[in-house]
């Protein structure tokens, strides 16, 4: 299983922007997709997860109504759209991937991990 992640940079606060986790196509309609964050100091933190078309993903409390998971099954591709991003934003940013049906939100859950992309939001 290969995850690989992209799209961090810096950006103001207020802006957008748009994290891709590239994964291996024979996992990718059957395996947990989730994203983790990591500020410097502090532990990885949940951010969302997600599954098949059809189940609701779940996110973490502090990205409700922010952030978005998707995924593209043509291009094995999952997607974190991050919109009036904050300074606290601001971390290491991992995709992960597990097999199973629940949406965990714990990292121990997940035993595949894509490289951390950074996320660096400006006051």
């Known amino acids: 299983v290969q995850l690989q992640a992209s799209g961090g940079g810096l950006v103001q606060a207020g802006g957008s922007l748009r994290l891709s986790c590239a994964a291996s196509?024979?996992?990718?309609?059957?395996?947990?997709m989730g994203w983790f964050r990591q500020a410097p100091g502090k532990e990885r933190e949940f951010v969302a997860a997600?599954?098949?078309?059809?189940?609701?993903?779940t996110y973490g409390e502090s990205v409700k109504g922010r952030f978005t998971i998707s995924r593209d099954h043509a291009t094995d591709t999952m997607y974190l759209q991050m919109n009036t991003l904050k300074p606290e934003d601001t971390a290491i940013y991992y995709c992960?991937?597990?097999?199973?049906?629940?949406?965990?939100?714990?990292?121990?859950?997940?035993?595949?991990w894509g490289q951390g992309t950074q996320v660096t939001v400006s006051s």
């Open positions: 992960a991937a597990r097999e199973g049906t629940l949406l965990h939100t714990t990292t121990e859950s997940y035993p595949y």
């Open positions: 997600g599954r098949n078309r059809g189940l609701t993903p």
């Open positions: 196509g024979q996992i990718f309609s059957r395996y947990i």
